[in-house]
């Protein structure tokens, strides 16, 4: 039962994620054509696709995606596996939940990245396979600020480009996780930290009696 409730947050995340991308592509015209607004101009609703990883960066190789995805393949059944670790360990339910959520975020984008050039046929048109070249389907767009990027800028210089990166429901989870164990690492440690200065206190002590 202990584990089915933590799992269970990310398999949530995994549903929810799915379903909304389905219906975006189901439901919604491609691009700036079927955009929808819906808090002014600064949030909207925005069908889209990344090939790459986070902010459309991707490896510059043939295989690239391949090995982006195979990778994501791998931290997935890590971070599964750090998950049953810390429950075990009966870690701080707040860290707990957050590793949940990013497990279930990593997932998510990782059918994408599995599946989704095979059904939704949206895989690079140069892609050596559809399978394992699907791209992330992404929906949600702050427009903070969009424009060309000056030539002198490193990496992005001379491109056309948004200043908040369109993301999606397994993004955020992972975003809000992450941003959750950086905020309360101290409240998320502090008893784990304290067991290990008992047990350095504890040898210490024994050391002495000898």
Not at 74 to 97: D, N, P, R, S, T
Not at 126 to 146: K, L, N, R
């Amino acid at each position: 039962m202990k584990y089915l409730k933590y799992f269970g947050i990310a398999l949530a995340v995994i549903v929810l994620d799915q379903v909304v991308k389905l219906l975006v592509h189901y439901q919604m015209d491609f691009g700036t054509a079927g955009q929808i607004k819906v808090f002014g101009d600064w949030f909207k609703l925005h069908y889209t696709t990344n090939p790459g990883m986070a902010f459309g960066m991707q490896l510059g190789s043939e295989y690239g995606k391949l090995i982006l995805t195979s990778f994501r393949l791998v931290a997935m059944f890590g971070i599964g596996y750090y998950l049953y670790y810390i429950i075990e360990k009966k870690m701080h339910i707040g860290y707990i939940v957050c590793i949940a959520m990013i497990l279930g975020g990593a997932i998510g984008n990782l059918i994408d990245s599995v599946f989704y050039g095979v059904l939704l046929n949206n895989a690079p048109y140069d892609a050596t396979s559809p399978w394992f070249h699907g791209q992330v389907v992404d929906m949600f767009y702050i427009d903070i600020w969009e424009g060309r990027i000056p030539d002198w800028v490193p990496l992005w210089g001379g491109s056309y480009t948004a200043l908040w990166p369109i993301f999606n429901i397994a993004d955020a989870s992972i975003f809000t996780g992450v941003a959750i164990i950086l905020v309360f690492q101290s409240r998320f440690f502090k008893e784990e930290k304290k067991e290990e200065e008992d047990e350095i206190q504890k040898q210490f002590i024994e050391e002495n009696k000898e």
